[in-house]
């Protein structure tokens, strides 16, 4: 399965993988939203998980322009944020945003949420 990282800091990026290996999910990643939106229509994933502040198109923008690709639709969209309040939630809502974490995004979360998204193996470590 193949799972799109769009976040502008690598060593988040490196720590989403290091999270989520066991499971053999196959990676890619992206800096922002411009570049995730093309990575996804190039790759098709089973599975984005998208940083919401970032440079050039944010996680909303992007989310949106996912649900609004007839291809990428219904690809399962996970958002990482530090915004703390319940308008940036609602706005993720709204955009078609699948689930929320927060950062710093906890690792027993994060698998629990990938797990049953993609619906895998209880006990992949």
């Known amino acids: 399965m193949k799972v799109l990282i769009v976040e502008d800091t690598k060593t988040i990026t490196n720590l989403i993988q290091v999270y989520l290996m066991g499971w053999g999910l196959e990676f890619f990643e992206a800096s ?69 974490l927060n950062k710093p995004v906890a690792v027993d979360d994060l698998r629990e949420k990938v797990r049953s998204i993609l619906k895998l193996p209880a006990s992949k470590y």
């Open 32 to 100: 922002n939203g411009v570049q995730g939106l093309a990575r996804a229509r190039e790759i098709k994933p089973d599975l984005i998980i998208s940083d919401v502040q970032m440079p050039e198109m944010d996680g909303f923008a992007l989310c949106a322009a996912v649900r609004a690709d007839p291809i990428l639709f219904s690809t399962p969209f996970v958002m990482l944020t530090s915004l703390k309040d319940d308008a940036s939630r609602q706005r993720g809502r709204l955009v078609g945003a699948s689930a929320f």
